[in-house]
Nanobody, 125 residues
Framework: QVQLVESGGGSVQAGGSLRLSCAAS????????MGWFRRAPGKEREFVAA????????SYADFVKGRFTISRDNARATMSLQMSNLNPEDTAVYYC??????????????????WGQGTQVTVSS
């Protein structure tokens, strides 16, 4: 059973940047689509970004386009989310997830079978 571990969360001021990483143990990521989701306080979990298994296709939620960049390194079994120009509305717990095998980027959370424990991102104004 693959285990996903996020890292890189923290506290920043509005306009700042953070880079989240997701690593896998007990399994591989290289042939699976991957994604990032987040849950803000009092809100439902929502899609942030996703990447195809090859890493050649990405998908973003409208509210992060132009600010966040998802990438992956299949050789190192890692995935990253570079977040720039953060604002307080980005405050949430961010989760990485492993999606379908040999797939393009997926928006719907119900197709993701493995999830990390989450990492907190707090943006102050």
């Amino acid at each position: 059973q693959v285990q996903l571990v996020e890292s890189g969360g923290g506290s920043v001021q509005a306009g700042g940047s953070l880079r989240l990483s997701c690593a896998a143990s007990g399994g591989t990521l290289s042939t699976w689509a991957m994604g990032w989701f987040r849950r803000a306080p009092g809100k439902e979990r929502e899609f942030v970004a996703a990447i195809s298994w090859r890493g050649d296709t990405t998908s973003y939620a409208d509210f992060v386009k132009g600010r966040f960049t998802i990438s992956r390194d299949n050789a190192r079994a890692t995935m990253s989310l570079q977040m720039s120009n953060l604002n307080p509305e980005d405050t949430a717990v961010y989760y990485c997830a492993r999606g379908p095998r040999l797939s393009g980027p997926q928006v719907e959370s119900n197709v993701y079978a493995s999830w990390g424990q989450g990492t907190q991102v707090t943006v102050s104004s």
